[in-house]
């Protein structure tokens, strides 16, 4: 693998294909200085075409998704809150870095750019109870 290349390796194998991780949440944003790689966190999700019991789509597949970034040269964030669901969230390459787009549906959005990016996923289900 060439230096720099994204691996969305654990993504693929994970969901089957890489998601627009439409409706996931950002559960946290950790930057930090290099050597240290600076961090975001979502739950992430896949949303079936099936009804449950309560009558909403069958969720599945859920996950903590993590994004490890290192060499950050920009960073633009905006309206944290409570849930900060998404819309999307799409990484490309800009220049010499990889530059992470989050769309925000409620709460955060922006991009980090940084000169590399790893993924990883594991199995996680919060508590979802309802009330």
């Given at each position: ?51 449950d ?53 409620y ?21 979802l109870?309802?009330?």
């Open positions: 693998m060439e230096e720099n290349q994204l691996d969305w390796g654990p993504v693929i194998r994970w969901f089957g294909h890489v998601p627009l991780f439409h409706d996931a949440e950002v559960v946290s944003i950790e930057l930090r200085r290099d050597p240290i790689p600076s961090i975001v966190r979502l739950f992430a999700f896949r949303m079936n075409s099936d009804i019991e309560r009558g909403y789509y069958r969720l599945d597949l859920h996950a903590l998704v993590t994004f490890s970034l290192s060499g950050i040269g920009r960073v633009e964030l905006d309206d944290w809150n409570h849930q900060n669901a998404l819309q999307s969230l799409e990484i490309k390459k800009v220049d010499d870095a990889y530059q992470l787009d989050m769309v925000g549906a709460g955060v959005h922006g991009l980090i750019a940084a000169k590399s990016i790893a993924v990883q996923v594991e199995p996680w289900l919060p508590d109870a309802v009330k």
